[in-house]
Every structure is written in structure tokens, then in C-alpha cells.
């Protein structure tokens, strides 16, 4: 703010006279020429001319009334229609009782009345209009997002709480705006046609609230939230407006999809109402059919459920509620499948529900950052684990344990990994660090350095459900990786499905162009097992060989391995 309030001092001002009487141009003239640069113009139509030609560099119009061709009335308006010349503050001259009122009804910033008697007086007047108009300019930037001229996410939850505060009993809805997979219109077409989609969109919105009378932000990239005046029928005008929307945008292959909170009279404050819009609107991800969503009772009891599981947390780790199950590895690209690793998974033994899968509470605390404890305990327990096999077996077996996508932004990271292995007995590579693909996606950079960190101190480093998070050939080649790790849902079909089976080979070749082994997971039948063998996958993990095992039962399968092997030397 400070940075932009110095910008104004120094400015060369211009002001602009209009004026069809010389001698009155002239008196005005001389009374300004000391503080400003003065230009005239002797009709409203020379007027707009020079308006629209300095519009960037003119700071005030002083306009009068009566003048031929085009006259001060109706050159104002059209200054005040015009979305570039807006911003120009009008002082107009009158010398008639009346007009004062009129002229300032149609957007005049003050007026000046004739014969000009006091010079100090008619100065003060304009360097206050300049100043007010220069300062709700500065305001307008620092409020606004530039690229869609919409609040951006601070300013619009500041008003927006204002609002709630000044009309307490008026009901606000709630709506949360997302485009779908807007990464790839953005790869695919450029980010300049990105852009224009993102000015569209907010176009279409600014029309929304000024017609309502909400507010709306780009809450940040392709996402944004409105804030408007409960409606009854939202679910009737929705699909409407979502027709509109479409028309506009003029492109069918994009698509937007909204969560909606309708208020209900529960009085929630304004995060809480977006909370939950941002829930429908999560749920409507990967379903492209339907566009809109409402929060409801069900959503209702999930959030529920979820507000449970965090406050649960702390306790459930004091009291070992946690547990840690292994699921093997195996090598198949021998005579016979050798183990070569297992994964750390974690369940959850909950007193009052049973086992909560991993599925259920990692999401919701990955969103609250709780998820780099729970990660922390777990890799505890698997190097507590990989070293106690040793004792007890003679060998290493490596363990991969999940890395969250906040794990990633802890510069502590490497330490604390490190710290762990240490503690144990253990060197940097029986651990292995899995982190999924759309963490890559999401913020490139900044897992470029993590990884690469890790990787110089030892780690290696999976990458998880690859072929869900859209990396691109050419980023994929600059990345730093150990091993892809196909996501299970292109294992399921590969035996039934032709176009499934051809995407795998399309990865395994992606991964030999890598030069890193492919893990499959996910794999339940034999058949499976067979195909991907044949197309050169290296090492494999699922129900096939055998689902995730609590400690106990893993120890059962070392053993077995072990007298396995014994048996083969004997
Ligand atoms: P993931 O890391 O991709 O783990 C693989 C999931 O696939 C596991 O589900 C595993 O039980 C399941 N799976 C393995 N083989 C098969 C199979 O043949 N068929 C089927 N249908 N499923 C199979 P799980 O244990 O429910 O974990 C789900 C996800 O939760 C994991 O996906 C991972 O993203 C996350 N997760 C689990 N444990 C942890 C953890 O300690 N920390 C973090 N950050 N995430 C974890
Ligand atoms: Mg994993
Ligand atoms: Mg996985």
C-alpha cells in the first residue's frame, strides 16, 4: 500500500478545460497553470476526442454545461458509461441553480459554480478530486485481482464479513466456482487463451452480483467464489445461468462446475458457508455430467464425521491407535518372484468406530496439516520395523513409506528423514519415499528441489498413482525419480479392456524412456500378473500376492521366505 501511495507523488497532472467561452477558459486556465498542465477543448466533441486520446494520462475533465454540438450533460455520460474513461474525475461549472444537483447525479466528482471569484477555493477543489479519484484507483488495485477485476480473496472476505455484520438478519448464499480440468485447456491451447477463459468467466460473474447485489473473488487460479443475497429458486436459475455462462465462453470442451451453500437460517459465519460449498463442489470433481451441487444432509454428516476424526487425532497417537501394515513387493521378472520391498500403510483402530481405512482420514488431514504427524509416526514405525527384521532375519528389507504433499514443503524434511534412518541403524535407501504423482503436477518447482535434496542424501524416491496426475512427457523427463508406480485403476481392466492394456504399455514405455523400474499395484489375479510381466513391469504389489499385514503376520511371511530360501541352498 505504501509502495503505491508514493506513486502518486511526482505525477505530472493534466486537466483537461472544456469551456466554449475563451475568456472563461482563460481565467481557468490561469489559475491552474502554476500546479498542473492545462489543456483546452471549445466543445463537448473536440472534448471526448482529446478525452479518449489522453485517457491513460489525463487526471481531471472541468467541464461546463451549455456548449454547442455536444453539450457538458451528455459528454458525461458518456464518460461515465465508458468502462476507460470512468476513472477520469468531471468537475463541472454552472452558473444555474439546479444543475449542481443534476450533474452530480450523473457521476460528477464536484462542481465549480461561475463567476470564479475565489482562486484558492476553485485549487482546493481539484487537487481534492484528483486525490480522491487517484485514491480509489490505488484502492481498486490492491483490492482487486487484475486479471478478472474481481475481489481477490482477502478484500472479498473482509466486505463480505462487513456485509454480514451491517445486514445480520439477511440470508447469503454461498457459491463456490471451479473450471474443469483447467490445466490441460491451459497446456493445450496456451495460457493466453487461458487467460481470455478466466476473463470471461469473471465478466460473467461481475454481472451475476452487480444483478444481485453480492460480491465475488477469484479465490486463486481457476477457482471463484460468490457471495450472494438468498434465493429461493437458486436451483431453478442455476442451470440458466450456467447456459449463459457456456454461451459466453463459446467453447464447448470447457466446462464449470459449482458447489453450492444455500442458507438454511443456521447462521454460520461467511468461511464456514464457503466451507461447505467448497465440499459440494469437491464432490463434483471427475464428474464432468453434472455441473452443480448442493450441500445437503449427507455432506452434512461427512463433515461431521471428518470434525470427529480430527479432534480424535492427538489421543489416538498418544494411545497407539495407529497401526502399521506391510504389503510385499515382489520382483517377477525372474524365473520366480523374489520379495524386494514392502509399503508401510496405516490403519486406524478407532474405539468407538472399528478400523477407519486410510482412505477415510488422510484426505481429511492432509487438508488441516495433521497428516505430517501421523507420516512422522509412521516412519518411525517402519524404520523401528526394518531394523528389528534385521535382527531377527539377518537381512534389510526396504520399506516405502507415503510422503504428503505437505511433507514436501517442510524444509525440514531431509533431516528429519535422515534423523529417523539414524536412529535406527539404517542407511537412507532402506527407506523408500513414496509421493504421489499430482504433487509433482502441483507445484513442479518446488518438489524438484525437495526431491532432488533427498535424492542427494541417499533416499529413493517412487512416484505414486502415476497416470492420474497429468505430467507432461517433457516434465517427466526432467524430474528426479527412482520408479514409476502405476495407479491401480489401469491394472483393473487390463485383461478385459484393450484400450487399458494399451495405456499400460504406453506407460512402460514412458518409464524405459526414464530409464527407472515400473512398479504395478493393485495387481488381484494371475492373469494380470502374466500380461504385465510380459510387457516388462518389474516388480508388482497387490492382493495377488498378498493384502497389506499387520506386523505380526508379515514376520510369518519372513519367515516363510527364509526357510524358503534354506530350503533352496539345502
Ligand atoms: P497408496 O499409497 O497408493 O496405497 C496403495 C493402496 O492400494 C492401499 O490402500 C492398498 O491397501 C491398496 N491395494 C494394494 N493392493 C491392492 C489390490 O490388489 N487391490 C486393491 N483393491 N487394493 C490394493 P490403503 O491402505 O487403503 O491406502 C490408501 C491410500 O492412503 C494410499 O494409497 C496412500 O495414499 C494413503 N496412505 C496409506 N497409508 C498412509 C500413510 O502412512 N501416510 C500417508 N501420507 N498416506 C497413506
Ligand atoms: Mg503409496
Ligand atoms: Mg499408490
Not at 500500500?1 to 486556465?29: A, N, P, T, W, Y
Not at 464479513?161 to 451491517?166: A, I, S, W
Not at 483447467?182 to 496456451?190: K, S, T, W
Request: aromatic share 10%; with cysteine; glycine share 6%.
Amino acid at each position: 500500500m505504501q509502495e503505491l501511495l508514493k506513486r502518486k507523488k511526482g505525477l505530472h497532472r493534466s486537466v483537461l478545460i472544456v469551456d466554449d467561452e475563451f475568456i472563461e477558459r482563460e481565467i481557468l486556465g490561469e489559475m491552474l497553470k502554476n500546479d498542473y498542465s492545462v489543456r483546452y477543448a471549445e466543445n463537448g466533441a473536440q472534448a471526448l476526442a482529446m478525452i479518449r486520446e489522453n485517457k491513460l494520462t489525463l487526471s481531471l475533465v472541468i467541464l461546463d454545461l451549455h456548449m454547442p454540438e455536444l453539450d457538458g450533460y451528455s459528454l458525461l455520460q458518456i464518460m461515465r458509461a465508458d468502462s476507460e474513461l470512468r476513472r477520469i474525475p468531471v468537475i463541472v461549472l454552472t452558473s444555474e441553480a439546479g444543475a449542481e444537483v443534476k450533474s452530480l447525479q450523473l457521476g460528477a466528482a464536484d462542481f465549480i459554480t461561475k463567476p470564479y471569484d475565489m482562486p484558492d477555493i476553485i485549487r482546493a477543489r481539484v487537487s481534492h478530486a484528483i486525490e480522491l479519484a487517484e485514491d480509489s484507483i490505488i484502492i481498486h488495485e490492491i483490492e482487486r485481482d487484475p486479471l478478472t477485476g474481481l475481489f481477490n480473496k482477502e478484500f472479498f472476505f473482509e466486505y463480505g464479513k462487513r456485509l454480514d455484520q451491517q445486514n445480520g438478519h439477511m440470508k447469503m448464499d454461498a457459491l463456490v466456482m471451479d473450471i474443469n480440468r483447467f490445466r490441460i485447456v491451459n497446456e493445450l491451447y496456451g495460457k493466453q487463451y487461458g487467460d481470455l477463459v478466466l476473463k470471461k468467466i469473471g465478466c460473467s460473474i461481475h454481472e451475476l452480483v452487480e444483478r444481485s447485489g453480492g460480491l465475488a473473488c477469484r479465490y486463486d487460479g481457476n477457482c471463484f467464489y460468490v457471495y450472494l443475497p438468498h434465493r429461493e429458486d437458486l436451483s431453478e436459475k442455476l442451470p440458466d445461468y450456467i447456459a449463459r455462462m457456456s454461451e459466453l465462453l463459446g467453447d464447448r470442451k470447457i466446462t464449470v462446475r459449482m458447489g453450492v451453500y444455500s442458507d438454511d437460517g443456521e447462521e454460520l459465519d461467511m468461511e464456514r458457508r464457503f466451507d461447505r460449498a467448497r465440499l459440494a463442489e469437491r464432490k463434483l470433481r471427475n464428474s464432468y455430467e453434472t455441473r452443480f451441487n448442493f450441500y445437503n444432509a449427507e455432506l452434512h454428516s461427512k463433515e461431521l464425521h471428518a470434525e470427529r476424526l480430527i479432534n480424535d487425532m492427538e489421543q489416538a497417537l498418544a494411545e497407539k491407535q495407529f497401526r502399521v501394515y506391510y504389503q510385499p513387493k515382489y520382483n517377477i521378472q525372474g524365473t520366480k518372484p523374489v520379495l524386494t520391498s514392502a509399503e508401510a500403510l496405516v490403519r486406524w483402530f478407532h474405539p468407538e468406530f472399528g478400523m477407519v481405512s486410510p482412505g477415510e482420514f488422510i484426505p481429511v488431514f492432509e487438508k488441516n496439516g495433521l497428516i505430517q504427524k501421523l507420516d512422522r509416526y509412521v516412519w518411525n514405525e517402519a524404520a523401528a520395523k526394518i531394523a528389528e527384521w534385521h535382527r531377527t532375519f539377518g537381512f534389510y528389507l526396504p520399506v516405502s513409506v507415503n510422503v504428503s504433499r505437505v511433507d514436501v514443503f517442510n524444509p525440514q524434511l531431509g533431516d528429519i528423514l535422515c534423523e529417523i534412518a539414524d536412529r535406527n541403524g539404517l542407511s537412507a535407501e532402506n527407506l523408500l519415499l513414496e509421493i504421489t504423482e499430482s504433487a509433482y503436477t502441483d507445484n513442479s518447482r518446488q518438489i524438484i528441489d525437495t526431491v532432488s535434496a533427498l535424492r542427494s542424501r541417499g533416499f529413493r524416491i517412487e512416484m505414486d498413482d502415476f497416470g492420474c496426475g497429468y505430467s507432461s512427457l517433457n516434465m517427466l523427463t526432467s524430474l528426479p525419480i527412482d520408479a514409476l508406480k502405476l495407479d491401480m485403476n489401469f491394472i483393473r481392466n487390463i485383461c478385459t479392456d484393450k484400450k487399458a492394456y494399451k495405456l499400460v504399455a504406453i506407460m512402460m514405455d514412458i518409464a524405459k524412456l526414464l530409464e527407472v523400474p515400473v512398479i504395478a499395484e493393485g495387481v488381484e489375479i494371475r492373469a494380470q500378473m502374466d500380461l504385465l510381466k510380459d510387457l516388462g513391469c518389474d516388480i508388482i504389489q497387490g492382493y495377488y500376492f498378498s493384502k497389506p499385514l499387520p506386523a505380526e503376520d508379515f514376520d510369518k511371511l519372513l519367515t516363510a521366505e527364509r526357510e524358503a530360501k534354506e530350503h533352496a541352498y539345502n
